[in-house]
Every structure is written in structure tokens, then in C-alpha cells.
């Protein structure tokens, strides 16, 4: 499966717990006008960060033979309650615990 179809499993799935899962797309883009624009994330910032009633859950999402980046390893030993999700079995299994 792709990481996006997985993404939005995942976000259908948070929404029927009632919780608020959110994509932040790192980087930037140039406007017409030669303004550049910032996303304010870092690159390797989780792909998708969940908040539930206790707790905050940040997924790095990823294709069964995918490999995080090195800026993806730094976030996932810094943020508590980080997880690499390879599949929609593996998030509601994660999932369970919040």
C-alpha cells in the first residue's frame, strides 16, 4: 500500500475515535509575487500528528520496506509517543493503547 492511501486510513480511523489527526507538508513553495513561503515544520517531522483526549501521537508513516531518513530518526527518538506505522492492522494496534 501507498504511504498515502495508509494516510488516509489512518486519518478515517482517527476521525471515527473523534480525534484530530493532522498532515503538515515540510518545506515551502515561491509565490508569483517571488515571496517565498515557509510550512514551518522541519523536514523529518512526523507525517501525521494526532491528538486524542490524553494524549498527543505523532506517526511517521511508511511502505512495509520504506526507510525512515535520517532527520526522520532524529524526530522519532525525540518526541514522545512516536511511531513508524507500516500498516492500517499495525495503527490499530497502536491505536488501542490511547
Not at 526507510?67 to 526522520?72: A, F, V
Request: aromatic share 12%.
Amino acid at each position: 500500500m501507498r504511504e498515502i492511501n495508509l494516510q488516509r486510513l489512518v486519518m478515517l480511523d482517527c476521525g471515527k475515535r473523534g480525534w484530530q489527526a493532522y498532515h503538515f507538508n515540510p518545506g515551502g513553495a515561491e509565490r508569483p509575487s517571488g515571496f517565498y513561503f515557509n510550512s514551518g515544520v522541519p523536514e523529518g517531522w512526523p507525517d501525521l500528528t494526532i491528538i486524542t483526549p490524553t494524549k498527543t501521537i505523532y506517526v511517521e508513516l511508511k511502505t512495509p520496506k520504506g526507510r525512515l531518513s535520517k532527520d526522520q530518526k532524529k524526530f522519532q527518538q525525540l518526541l514522545p509517543n512516536a511511531f513508524v506505522v507500516r500498516s492500517l492492522d499495525q495503527w490499530q494496534e497502536i491505536a488501542l493503547n490511547y
